[in-house]
């Protein structure tokens, strides 16, 4: 962001989320709405207000951005800080207003329309904007040779989980008489169309897998999970927990 914060923030939105600057008022021309195509909802609102109206001095002509949060307890500990105050003309506890004069950086006014953006989209658009997602996941050897699926590729295709997207790192667990995680891969295509069945397994959709690392089979074995990191089955796609993620970033 460089010499017009309002201008800035405008080219932001329309490069990452594709949205149309609207001005709805003709009594207030200069306020400009941006929201989500799908949903509707807005996730900011620029406004040009006297300072007073903020409580400051003066009677300048401020730009001030109004993005909606999570929680009106952040934003109560946000409006603390220089630059930030509860949201102006919104009656609603979520917003919160931020200067757009300098005193927030720019990256950190970025950071919040992010968040915004994430707050009021619909269920579809999480889905497909959140970061990406760590899995543990099965693997039956009575299935598949999932031992050596690596030995002379990098990519495999493997069944489809539910939730699971291009970008997330799944950890593939492999059952007896194996019981323990081989390998962490990186989810690099989804969505690819199978049709299978077999003795109750159906499998509709494949995902590309990319191998990153291999782990020794008696380091995270069934019963290290179950007494270390409380997992106790592993029956489905599943998230990992936060120490388990740990120790299978370690080198």
């Known amino acids: 962001m460089g010499e017009s914060l309002r201008e800035d923030v405008f080219r932001y939105v329309r490069k990452k989320y594709k949205s149309e600057i609207e001005y709805l008022w003709l009594s207030a021309p200069n306020y400009a709405v941006f929201r989500h195509r799908d949903n509707r909802k807005w996730y900011g609102l620029v406004m040009d207000i006297p300072r007073s109206r903020l409580g400051l001095s003066g ?10 949060l999570d929680s009106p307890l952040l934003v109560d500990m946000l409006a603390r800080e220089d630059g930030f105050f509860p949201g102006y003309h919104i009656s609603r506890g979520n917003w919160v207003s931020i200067l757009l004069d300098g005193t927030v950086a720019p990256d950190e006014i970025c950071s919040w329309i992010d968040r915004s953006y994430q707050v009021t989209a619909s269920a579809k658009t999480k889905r497909a904007t959140r970061p990406p997602k760590e899995w543990l ?8 040779d999932i031992v ?3 030995d002379d590729k ?6 489809q989980g539910a939730g699971i997207r291009k970008g997330d790192i799944v950890f593939m667990y492999v059952g007896a008489p194996v019981s323990a995680i081989l390998y962490k891969c990186r989810v690099t295509e ?3 169309p199978y049709q299978f069945r077999r003795e109750g397994l159906t499998i509709r959709s494949l995902m590309k897998l990319r191998l990153l690392k291999r782990y020794d089979p008696t380091r995270f074995t069934f019963a290290v999970l179950n007494e ?10 599943r998230g990992v927990p936060e120490d388990l993620s740990g120790d299978l970033k370690a080198k």
């Open 59 to 68: 009677e300048e002509i401020v730009d001030v951005l109004n993005v909606k």
């Open 137 to 144: 996941i099965p693997s039956n050897p009575k299935y598949f």
């Open 148 to 150: 050596h699926a690596f």
């Open 154 to 159: 990098k990519e495999i295709n493997w069944k």
């Open 190 to 192: 989804t969505d690819i």
């Open 228 to 237: 270390r990191y409380r997992i106790f089955a592993v029956r489905g796609p």
